[in-house]
């Protein structure tokens, strides 16, 4: 750890880079990998600098968040390598000022634009001390939590969010990398590519004007249609919305699809590669969308729990004891129930999907089915399938980690009174 005087970081702006003291991280929000980088990163500290510019308000943090400061420092390390790999520096400031990459070079010697020329426009790594939701300026007001720290260069703006007074943003959407989208790349998750290539058919109709009708179904007002194609699974509502043209114009209509397929692509495609569509709808999908916090801590949750349709954060998808999970094999042999027999009477599992899972390189061991322990244990208790020792064992038992990444999937909050999207990053 970095043990150095912050004293130093009092000093003018053209001795800003120097050592400073220990950099204490808020656990809850800790990326193993971003851990390392401040521990052993160079570490350079600013004390002068203007003052935060204005930024319109797009959404404010829980003031009440934990958050820890080293004498009332914020850092932030940036890397100029994905996955926070070097070089890497933490980057300190006071809360609020408005720093550029500049005002750290050393400005004297053989290389003085070396931080600027290392980092500047060539960040794909960012993480916090304090755990605030916002990397670069992103809200009004600034705090001794973290909120609006400025640390950038010629774009003080949040790099994931694309605001339409601020152009510049283009450059760099999607292209920063931080502990949180780390955190997607452990869950399940579809290739960009991928998702890109189904984009636009699953968002719109075909151009073409429909020409056949619905049958039955077309002496009913649209609105009406609309009503009932909100109560369809979603599995059925996609079965639909193939039949022709103008059932593809009516299903492309809904409120809650569109919503859906344009911001939470993740969720309702992880949905159907995991077999659970056709007991969820995009009504329920939507709830989740436009729910801002965890359904079991209150955090921000950027994910959603694909068992049950709920949003949660990455912390209580490794820790909550809501979200334990069984593979149907361990089930079966624990309860001495066949394991279609199992899956008859809890009603679902989920089916896994290839991915890494894990934080280390080498991809965790992937079993066929996993349930959410919690549901399943309640439904077989309710059938009087699960005796007390059984119930016993079950609690007692230790689970796979990894399996725990196997069930969720990165699904950001969407907000109906502005339509922006938050990621979460932080």
């Not at 400031?93 to 990459?101: A, N």
């Amino acid at each position: 750890m970095k043990c150095t005087s912050t004293a130093f970081a009092l000093l003018a702006a053209a001795a800003a880079g120097v050592q400073a003291a220990n950099i204490q991280l808020v656990g809850k929000v800790m990326n193993s990998a971003a851990k390392e980088g401040f521990e052993n990163s160079r570490t350079l500290v600013y004390a002068g600098g203007k003052t935060k510019r204005d930024a319109p308000k797009v959404y404010e943090p829980d003031p009440n968040r934990d958050y820890t400061l080293e004498d009332g420092y914020i850092f932030v390390l940036q890397c100029s390598t994905a996955g926070f790999r070097p070089e890497c520096i933490s980057f300190g400031s006071e809360p609020g000022k408005c720093v550029s990459y500049f005002d750290f070079d050393p400005k004297k010697g053989d290389h003085p634009t070396s931080i600027s020329d290392a980092f500047n426009h060539n960040v794909t790594s960012i993480s916090t001390n304090t755990g605030g939701a916002c990397q670069f300026y992103h809200y009004t007001g600034c705090d001794e939590k973290g909120d609006d720290r400025g640390l950038t260069s010629s774009y003080n703006y949040n790099l994931n969010v694309s605001l339409p007074e601020d152009p510049r943003t283009v450059q760099y959407f999607k292209n920063v990398t931080s502990w949180r989208h780390d955190f997607d790349l452990v869950l399940i998750r579809s290739r960009p590519h991928h998702n890109q290539v189904v984009r636009e058919s699953i968002e719109s109709p075909f151009p073409a004007s429909p020409t056949a009708k619905l049958g039955t179904l077309g002496v009913l007002p649209n609105e009406l249609l609309g009503n009932i194609l909100g109560y369809l699974d979603i599995h059925s509502y996609f079965r639909f919305r193939l039949v022709n043209r103008r059932a593809r114009v009516l299903a492309s209509e809904l409120h809650e699809y569109k919503s859906v397929v344009k911001n939470g692509m993740e969720g309702f495609r992880g949905m159907l590669r995991a077999g659970l569509a056709t007991h969820y709808t995009f009504r329920d999908m939507y709830r989740a969308l436009k729910t801002e916090t965890c359904s079991f801590c209150k955090s921000f949750g950027g994910f959603l729990y694909l068992p049950t349709a709920a949003r949660c954060c990455f912390g209580c998808i490794e820790n909550a004891p809501e979200l334990r999970v069984i593979s149907m094999p361990a089930l079966s042999k624990l309860t001495n129930i066949s394991a279609k027999r199992v899956g008859l009477r809890v009603g679902y599992a989920l089916r896994t999907v290839p991915g890494l899972y894990s934080m280390e390189e080498r991809p965790g061991r992937r079993p066929a089915l996993l349930l959410a322990e919690r549901e399943a244990t309640w439904r077989l208790s309710e059938l009087g399938l699960l005796t007390p020792d059984v119930a016993h064992a079950l609690q007692a038992r230790s689970e796979q980690q990894n399996q725990r990444y196997m069930m969720s999937t990165a699904y950001p909050w969407y907000d109906p009174t502005t339509g922006q999207v938050e990621n979460g990053v932080s």
